[in-house]
């Protein structure tokens, strides 16, 4: 996440496919390039099947 822009902000949204190849894409929020690098994105593995995560990151 260091290339991210601290003034920009972001929309993120979870695009993880599950295991059975399903994927529900799920808003998680608009965050500051600055907040996702200080803080981090919350992740909750138990939302999918999968034992990974997937996000796409898009300036608004």
């Known amino acids: 996440m260091r290339w991210l822009k601290d003034r920009t902000t972001y929309a993120v949204t979870d695009i993880t496919i599950d ?7 799920a808003a ?3 965050f500051t390039g ?3 690098r200080a803080e ?5 593995l138990s939302e999918n099947t999968s034992k ?3 996000f796409w990151l898009e300036a608004i």
């Not at 295991?19 to 894409?25: M, S």
């Not at 981090?40 to 909750?44: A, I, K, M």
Request: aromatic share 0%; glycine share 20%.
């Open 28 to 30: 998680k929020g608009e």
């Open 40 to 44: 981090g994105l919350p992740v909750d």
């Open 19 to 25: 295991d059975d190849g399903t994927q529900a894409q």
């Open 52 to 54: 990974g995560k997937a």
């Open 34 to 36: 600055r907040q996702l």
